[in-house]
């Protein structure tokens, strides 16, 4: 995973609160192999009509959002399923930080093993960053390392949890870091079979 | 049995967390071992990581794999289906296949929703570390366990390692006291507690459900209020192991037996939090006051009693709140202020992980029988083992002759992956748990409700207060008179 240390890049504004994941990728498409990319799928149902037309009010479609790699939306994004399709969907059309007051817990930690950054901003900074970029520059600067966004005249901190932050800032793979500990996990085995033996299910004979 | 990682009094979810650490970080990461990992169709992504570092699984003997969310509900032939949804049932059976898995597929006698098949398998059993690629993997802290839904790199994770890295959440206690009213489920309970906290109410918090009115529920009831836990935005929810633990593992296929099971019980009895034990937050609700709930919007939290009105959003002061109110009544075709009972529905879904089990079906053929839909409905049972039972009962009988289609069990028309859609622009009763734009369907509008709500509703073809027709029946509900 690629380390995350700051990024200036066009934000676009989704005043739009609890997007949930059903929303961010809907789950008739959810089929496809990683390789061959979701960023097509992204929020698929806002930015496109029945018949397939971007749908002109979605603010992905206009043309000064385009290549926007931070998004800034209202609060409880990504609720929902434990879909990772729904980080994938993000990361694939481009987006590298979500900004919003908060996040669906199994989202947020999808999105840390992605390398995709959740900053949780207060509502009022968000309100004011949402007004900012709609009528100003659409450019934001976010800063991991002073947990700090720097857009539209505005100076927002914003919060993450600080073992996510050393993970994206990083770049670590968790698998790795855990094969590290692999004596401790054979100990902890040894000494469970022993204090639970009603552990592992074994099926009746009937 | 433990090592106290922690001196002085703890909670139920401390003593499970606690006792499944491996290693811990200054920084508060705990390695934690994963006793139980279930899978379904969505792995595929899982496996290919797998597959491209050439790892093998780390422990098989607690992996199981289960087709449900894109199993056909209306035949069990592979051969005549979407050959794209066909193909997501054969990567689990060839994944499962590879690695030696038990899986239970669509033809075994146990198959089901996951989160049905674990608790009647006796997979499920207090104090253990659950997980699985399903945010409604909360629903098994039914028993005492910890357990939770994960992505797929978390997945690929737990197949290599069997362990988790996790930070401890805080802590949440909600308490519902005193007696349900006749005619108020778990599903009611949950819903209120949900429009009481918000859709993030629980967000970085373990929850754990007591108080009078939560011990007096089935298994059944648990399960479901467990279940809806992610939907309040808690990464799990918990109930205490009592004697309707015991009582309904005992004898399962899976479950210990013999010594391991009395020591087993031993060990689940002493999980309940300590009487001194704090909490970082605490809620309290009275279970007088709550009355059979619905949704109106497209969050769980846009729920209101059925005697109520929908709101308003320009006599709102927060702008937030009152833009979300305005988005949800549109996209739902509702009018602001209009009575919840005025809202006409196309048709009914009873099934799902929320509300499948034996129990949901009692009560919603409690409502129908002797009386016709005026909608179309599907009912799907969660498991095999459910349909079998409630055709010994009769209770498939009572579905059909209302009007609705008994089928086979699977997710269905919760999640739609298997094609049982709600067409664009219809209104489904649905004892589902999640009301968001087009979950069941591109365009689908879903109201969440209990089955009898949603039996009410095919009957009287719009949102009903089930109480009047439920009067002088009995709902077959466990501890009823
Ligand atoms: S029934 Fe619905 S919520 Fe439950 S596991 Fe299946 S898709 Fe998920």
């Known amino acids: 995973m690629d380390a995350f240390k700051s990024l200036e890049a066009i934000a676009c504004p989704l005043p739009l609160s609890g997007i949930d994941t059903d929303q961010l990728i809907p789950a008739r498409f959810m089929k496809r192999s990683r390789a061959d990319g979701y960023g097509d799928y992204l929020l698929h149902d806002l930015r496109f009509d029945d018949l397939g037309q971007p749908r002109p009010d979605c603010p992905l479609n206009a043309p000064r959002w385009q290549g926007a790699r931070i998004l800034v939306t209202r609060r409880n994004f990504g609720s929902g399923s434990s879909r990772e399709a729904a980080v994938y969907a993000l990361v694939d059309y481009g987006f590298a930080c979500v900004i919003a007051p908060s996040f669906g817990d199994i989202f947020a930690s999808n999105a840390i093993n992605n390398g995709l950054l959740p900053a949780t901003v207060s509502e009022e900074d968000c309100e004011a960053l949402l007004a900012g970029l709609e009528d100003g520059d659409c450019i934001a600067r976010v800063d991991l390392e002073a947990c700090e966004i720097r857009a539209a005249n505005l100076v927002i901190p914003f919060r993450i949890d600080p073992v996510w932050r050393t993970k994206l800032l990083n770049g670590w793979d968790d698998i790795d870091l855990t094969l590290s500990h692999a004596a401790a996990i054979e100990a902890f085995q040894a000494k469970d079979s022993i204090d639970r033996p009603w552990l592992v299910p074994r099926l009746r004979k009937s | ?481």
């Open chain 2, 1 to 481: 049995m433990s090592t106290r990682a922690e001196a002085g009094p703890r909670t139920l979810f401390d003593k499970v967390f606690d006792q499944h650490v491996v290693t811990a970080r200054e920084d508060g990461q705990c390695l934690l071992f994963i006793d139980r990992h279930l899978l379904h169709e969505g792995s595929f992504h899982a496996f290919d990581k797998l597959k491209a570092r050439g790892a093998r699984i780390a422990r098989s003997d607690l992996t199981f794999g289960i087709e449900d969310h894109y199993v056909p509900t209306r035949t069990r032939d592979l051969g005549v289906i979407d050959p794209a949804i066909a193909n997501m049932i054969r990567q689990l059976r060839d994944n499962t296949a590879a690695h030696g898995l038990r899986l239970f597929g669509l033809t075994d006698p146990a198959q089901g929703i996951v989160h049905v098949v674990g608790p009647e398998q006796g997979l499920t059993l207090p104090g253990l570390t659950i997980v699985c690629g399903d945010s409604h993997t909360a629903t098994h802290g039914a028993f005492g366990a910890i357990a939770f839904g994960i992505g797929a790199s978390e997945v690929a994770h737990v197949l290599m390692t069997q362990t988790l890295w996790q930070k401890k959440p805080k802590r949440m206690r909600i308490r519902v006291e005193g007696g349900l009213a006749p005619g108020v489920f778990a599903k009611d309970m949950a819903l209120s507690i949900i429009a009481t906290i918000g859709a993030d109410g629980a967000a970085g918090h373990a929850i754990e459900y007591a108080g009078s009115a939560v011990r007096a529920l089935s298994m059944e009831g648990r399960l479901t209020l467990c279940n809806l836990s992610i939907e309040a935005g808690g990464r799990c929810g918990m109930i205490a192991p009592d004697d309707t633990t015991v009582t309904y593992i005992k004898d399962r296929p899976y479950a210990p037996a013999g010594d391991d099971f009395r020591r087993g019980v031993e060990d689940w009895m002493a999980l309940a939090s300590d009487p001194d034990a704090a909490f970082d937050r605490e809620v309290v609700l009275d279970a007088h006051e709550i009355a059979p709930i619905v949704t109106w919007g497209i969050s769980p939290e846009d729920a209101a009693p059925i005697t109520a009105n929908a709101p308003d959003p320009d006599r709102m002061s927060d702008t937030a709140r009152a833009a979300h109110v305005r988005e949800a009544l549109d996209y739902m075709g509702i009018r602001p202020g209009q009575p919840l009972t005025d809202i006409a529905v196309d048709r009914v879904f009873i099934g799902s992980c929320t509300n499948s089990r034996i129990e949901d079906l009692r009560a919603a053929a409690a409502v129908l029988a002797g009386r016709r839909a005026r909608v179309p409905g599907l009912v799907s049972p969660g498991s095999a083992v459910v349909k079998r039972q409630a055709e010994e009962e009769g209770l498939h009988r009572i579905f059909t002759e209302a009007g609705l289609e008994w089928v086979d069990a699977g997710c269905s028309m919760c999640v739609g992956m298997n094609g049982d859609l709600v067409p664009p622009g219809e209104r489904c009763a649905s004892t589902t748990n999640r009301n968001f734009r087009g979950r069941q369907g591109p365009g689908s509008r879903t109201h969440l409700m209990s089955p009898a709500m949603a039996a009410a509703a095919a009957v009287t073809g719009h949102l009903t207060d089930m109480r009047p027709l439920l009067a002088g029946r009995t709902t077959g509900l466990t501890g009823e008179n």
